[in-house]
């Protein structure tokens, strides 16, 4: 059974922006998380957000630049992509697991999208 969706994924300019969705089929998850991936880096976990407290946490590497929102009543949580750079081409995969575990620790997430491609030019 499918349970979560990643849609919204798409080629844009350098410092353009981009909103990735991943619709759950459940929304009950300890927390939840977006990862990306490239052939040539190791699985990165981009942001995750605890659904009942809102709190988040950001890699470094997009730190200012990235936000995960959510929508509770949609099932749905976001990847809000702004000032995009080159390096932040990849497979984004959402993510999410049923222990709070450690932020952006990605053997807490047990439950995987099929992934989205973001493509980012010059």
């Known amino acids: 059974q499918v349970q979560l969706v990643e849609s919204g994924g798409g080629s844009v300019q350098a410092g353009g922006s981009l909103r990735l969705s991943c619709a759950a089929s459940?929304?009950?998850?300890?927390?939840v998380a977006w990862f990306r991936q490239t052939p040539a880096k190791e699985r990165e976990a981009v942001a995750d957000?605890?659904?009942?407290?809102?709190?988040?946490t950001y890699a470094d590497s997009v730190k200012g630049r990235f936000t995960i929102p959510q929508d509770k009543a949609a099932k749905t949580f976001y990847l809000q992509m702004n000032s995009l750079k080159i390096e932040d081409t990849a497979m984004y995969y959402c993510?999410?697991?049923?222990?709070?575990?450690?932020?952006?620790?990605?053997?807490?997430?047990?439950?995987w999208g099929q992934g989205t491609q973001v493509t980012v030019s010059s």
């Open positions: 459940e929304y009950t998850y300890s927390r």
């Open positions: 993510a999410a697991g049923l222990l709070r575990g450690r932020p952006r620790a990605q053997g807490n997430f047990r439950i």
């Open positions: 957000i605890i659904p009942y407290a809102g709190s988040t």
